[in-house]
């Protein structure tokens, strides 16, 4: 009965009422006016991320990019899914990955030709400050390999028969402005030919027609090693600093008396604006996921050197071969042969 409480005591709890509710109010409030950053990276990852890789299935690239995913989803426990848009390079899939919403449920593979292909037009955007960087992961091995039954048995062969009959001979590569075409652009310059070049939208297509004897050199990272070693094909040069290891009877460029190195190692990155807490989860998971002995036995397989470089130094990286880009794409007239392509 209430007729019966002092009227102070009934003011008192009234008033003590109101202070819980005002406080309660109130942290509800703030907890409701966290950004949504803030609030997502509290809990990132709360769902499936999707990898995209700008390559075809079955390249080397991808099965790079599968091996770390796979080793990734496990320490951030949730699934990386890798979805492939292949073409243009890699461009296609870049565009995709730059246009997505930096939330970290989208991040992919960027190509190191990003810096070449935004300097000629076929990537609307400046990597340097356009992309977020979160790992760099390994390189690849190229080289150029024939049919085990082709004329050319040395890459002595190939220069004499491309000098006798210049565009004649034909090689495959994965795409035009791509690491393929252009290191056999910069070979053919240095060995004074010219070739016929025929472009693909991956290694793997590329080198499906090389096996069928339908073009005369393979322009690759190493999807050709598997066959080399069955015999099906012949390996000429590679195109690194050094032998690579698994084919250590093959010269390099560089020793034929040829100043062409390739190595394009593959990057992972994310759209720019990334928040800050969300960019550091991914770059620590594929810093582990680089250096863990399931993705070093898949790079070992694929002769995919291991060259890590965290984000920010990765992106230092970038700037410094965006700078080359500049130079080589007036060397060796890339606007011109994309124009008449």
């Given at each position: 009965?209430?007729?019966?409480?002092?009227?102070?005591?009934?003011?008192?709890?009234?008033?003590?009422?109101?202070?819980?509710?005002?406080?309660?109010?109130?942290?509800?409030?703030?907890?409701?006016?966290?950004?949504?950053?803030?609030?997502?990276?509290?809990?990132?990852?709360?769902?499936?991320?999707?990898?995209?890789?700008?390559?075809?299935?079955?390249?080397?690239?991808?099965?790079?990019?599968?091996?770390?995913?796979?080793?990734?989803?496990?320490?951030?426990?949730?699934?990386?899914?890798?979805?492939?848009?292949?073409?243009?390079?890699?461009?296609?899939?870049?565009?995709?990955?730059?246009?997505?919403?930096?939330?970290?449920?989208?991040?992919?593979?960027?190509?190191?030709?990003?810096?070449?292909?935004?300097?000629?037009?076929?990537?609307?955007?400046?990597?340097?400050?356009?992309?977020?960087?979160?790992?760099?992961?390994?390189?690849?091995?190229?080289?150029?390999?024939?049919?085990?039954?082709?004329?050319?048995?040395t890459l002595e062969d190939v220069i004499a028969a491309a000098?006798?009959?210049?565009?004649?001979?034909?090689?495959?590569?994965?795409?035009?402005?791509?690491?393929?075409?252009?290191?056999?652009?910069?070979?053919?310059?240095?060995?004074?030919?010219?070739?016929?070049?025929?472009?693909?939208?991956?290694?793997?297509?590329?080198?499906?027609?090389?096996?069928?004897?339908?073009?005369?050199?393979?322009?690759?990272?190493?999807?050709?090693?598997?066959?080399?070693?069955?015999?099906?094909?012949?390996?000429?040069?590679?195109?690194?600093?050094?032998?690579?290891?698994?084919?250590?009877?093959?010269?390099?460029l560089r020793e034929l008396g040829?100043?062409?190195?390739?190595?394009?190692?593959?990057?992972?990155?994310?759209?720019?604006?990334?928040?800050?807490?969300?960019?550091?989860?991914?770059?620590?998971?594929?810093?582990?996921?680089?250096?863990?002995?399931?993705?070093?036995?898949?790079?070992?397989?694929?002769?995919?050197?291991?060259?890590?470089?965290?984000?920010?130094?990765?992106?230092?990286?970038?700037?410094?071969?965006?700078?080359?880009?500049?130079?080589?794409?007036?060397?060796?007239?890339?606007?011109?042969?994309?124009?008449?392509?």
């Open positions: 009965m209430t007729q019966g409480i002092p009227t102070n005591l009934t003011r008192r709890r009234l008033l003590l009422g109101s202070a819980a509710a005002t406080a309660a109010a109130a942290t509800g409030t703030a907890g409701l006016i966290l950004p949504r950053s803030a609030r997502a990276a509290a809990v990132y990852p709360e769902r499936p991320i999707t990898f995209i890789c700008p390559w075809p299935v079955g390249g080397t690239a991808d099965q790079s990019m599968r091996a770390l995913c796979q080793v990734a989803s496990g320490i951030l426990k949730q699934s990386v899914v890798v979805e492939n848009r292949a073409g243009a390079s890699g461009m296609i899939g870049t565009k995709a990955l730059a246009r997505a919403n930096p939330d970290g449920y989208t991040i992919g593979q960027i190509p190191i030709s990003v810096t070449r292909f935004s300097q000629l037009g076929m990537l609307q955007l400046d990597p340097r400050t356009e992309l977020t960087y979160l790992a760099r992961t390994s390189g690849q091995t190229f080289g150029i390999a024939v049919p085990a039954n082709s004329r050319f048995k000098k006798a009959s210049p565009g004649r001979i034909t090689y495959a590569h994965a795409g035009i402005g791509g690491a393929t075409h252009v290191g056999m652009e910069q070979f053919a310059l240095a060995a004074n030919i010219r070739f016929n070049a025929i472009a693909y939208k991956g290694g793997a297509a590329a080198l499906q027609d090389v096996l069928a004897g339908q073009v005369d050199l393979l322009a690759d990272s190493s999807s050709w090693a598997p066959h080399v070693e069955a015999g099906k094909l012949r390996l000429l040069a590679t195109w690194g600093e050094q032998r690579t290891p698994r084919f250590k009877d093959t010269p390099t040829y100043n062409v190195v390739v190595e394009a190692p593959n990057g992972i990155g994310a759209p720019k604006g990334l928040p800050p807490a969300v960019e550091k989860t991914l770059r620590d998971a594929f810093r582990a996921a680089v250096a863990s002995a399931e993705f070093k036995a898949v790079a070992a397989r694929i002769d995919a050197p291991v060259m890590y470089l965290d984000g920010p130094e990765y992106k230092k990286y970038v700037t410094t071969v965006y700078d080359q880009e500049t130079q080589l794409i007036q060397r060796l007239k890339l606007k011109e042969l994309l124009q008449q392509s």
